[in-house]
């Protein structure tokens, strides 16, 4: 009797060990999944109690990513995370051989380009692994119109921030990716209004880009000019303004020399330009043409951002007086001018409420809009509609008459005194007239 006892003793306390050994060994919980669809791919992020040991396979007949978290437990809720994704069908729990390990299943429906990483604790979120599926064939969001000569100037605008990424975070509780695709939403309004140009959406909804992704999406709509949309952030709730950032001579020399590495793969960055790096076997003359490029592109960068600071003055404060050179991934393009316009402080309290404050994004936008209308009516891109429409001047010579102006520029009389208000054929030295386009 004492040894049935004994024996019912050491068995429960076996048992008793033993459960505790699973439960340690299943220390990593799976507390969380979310599903962010974007127009080409869409990332699942699982959130976890520690950082994941995992692996993944791919099944096919039908299309399966499979993944296996090592010494863990779900408690995420699966079936509700799932949002209306083309992508993701199904989102499973499924048995698997080893001892203490999760098994997930995405269902999917068709095979995609995969990437999956974890990502350490930042912000709001802990522990995490992420999942991308990327679309194997890409769409171009929008196209140029070609007709006549007189296409389109492309505006590429990057809201910063978006889905499993808030960006900075308000006092209040605003989050920086849903004031940066406000004001994005308004400006890309704004400029599709303008007859001669046309605004691209990097991201139209709350979703993530990659920094890698949004120049080449840029590129893929071609794009003459990047905006990238902020909101600035301090450990202090004092500093307050708007700000108007360029990429940094170091960095832009950087990556230049990573891509004239390889040339031929990236000539297409380098427009008419582009042929001729490719095929040239001298190899000073490549880098001579792409440097002039980037060159080009960075001027570029700094004349656009001075006309935004000048508009983002008239309407909100100005953290920094002049465009500021930082490194900054999303700006590394060496083909496409590129600026990134911190709009204000979220920290700081007053500046976070009009930052949330529509009628204060709208007036961001306008700005915007207005730099943008004011630099490539300066400065118009070959073929485009704003280089065809654009008003030439002339200053009167000795000697010259307007029938002369006229045939110098191959348009009547009737459309020199018309473009410019004369009532009678004299002119005088000295004065300057308005050359419309011909007809």
């Known amino acids: 009797m004492r040894f049935n006892k004994l024996a019912l003793y050491l068995v429960t306390i076996s048992m008793l060990w033993l459960g505790m050994t699973t439960y340690a060994s299943a220390a990593n919980t799976i507390k969380n999944v979310r599903v962010w669809p974007a127009p080409e791919n869409t990332r699942v992020v699982f959130d976890l109690s520690q950082k994941p040991d995992f692996k993944y396979f791919s099944l096919t007949s039908p299309n399966r990513l499979v993944i296996d978290f090592k010494n863990s437990k779900n408690i995420a809720a699966l079936k509700s995370a799932l949002k209306k994704d083309k992508r993701v069908t199904k989102i499973r729990s499924s048995g698997s051989k080893k001892k203490g390990t999760t098994r997930l299943v995405l269902e999917l429906a068709e095979s995609y380009r995969v990437s999956v990483f974890p990502l350490a604790p930042a912000g709001q979120y802990g522990d995490r692994l992420v999942i991308?599926?990327?679309?194997?064939?890409?769409?171009?969001i929008a196209k140029h119109d070609n007709s006549k000569g007189k296409r389109d100037i492309v505006v590429a605008i990057v809201a910063g921030h978006g889905g499993d990424d808030p960006g900075s975070i308000g006092a209040a509780g605003t989050y920086e990716k849903k004031v940066?695709?406000?004001?994005a939403k308004k400006l890309a309004k704004l400029i599709n209004r303008k007859k001669g140009l046309k605004a691209v959406m990097i991201r139209s909804g709350d979703y993530y880009v990659s920094h890698d992704r949004k120049p080449r999406l840029a590129r893929k709509n071609k794009a003459d000019?990047?905006?990238?949309?902020h909101a600035d952030a301090f450990t202090s709730p004092k500093p307050s303004g708007a700000s108007v950032l360029v990429q940094s001579t170091r960095r832009a020399d950087s990556e230049f020399a990573r891509w004239i590495q390889n040339r031929e793969k990236n000539s297409e960055l380098l427009g008419g330009a582009g042929e001729t790096i490719?095929?040239?076997k001298d190899d000073n003359l490549a880098i001579a043409l792409a440097d002039m490029k980037k060159e080009y592109t960075m001027a570029s960068s700094y004349n656009f951002a001075e006309h935004v600071v000048k508009q983002l003055k008239k309407v909100t404060k100005l953290h920094k007086k002049k465009p500021e050179r930082l490194s900054?991934?999303?700006l590394k393009s060496s083909d496409i001018p590129s600026v990134l316009i911190e709009t204000g402080f979220i920290s700081n309290p007053q500046e976070e409420k009009r930052l949330n404050n529509p009628a204060h994004q709208q007036k961001l936008a306008k700005a915007i809009y207005t730099a943008v209308n004011n630099y490539f009516s300066r400065n118009p891109p070959d073929g485009s509609l704003f280089a065809a429409n654009r008003t030439r001047e002339h200053k009167v010579s000795r000697g010259?008459?307007?029938?002369?102006v006229a045939q110098r520029y191959k348009i009547s009389v009737r459309q020199l005194k018309s473009a410019n208000n004369l009532k009678s054929n004299v002119v005088r030295i000295g004065q300057t007239l308005k050359i419309p386009q011909a007809d």
Do not use: Q, R
């Open 225 to 229: 000019l990047l905006i990238s949309i």
């Open 278 to 280: 490719k095929k040239t």
């Open 180 to 183: 940066t695709l406000n004001i």
């Open 400 to 404: 010259e008459s307007l029938s002369v």
């Open 328 to 330: 900054l991934a999303v």
């Open 132 to 140: 991308d599926l990327y679309d194997k064939k890409s769409k171009v």
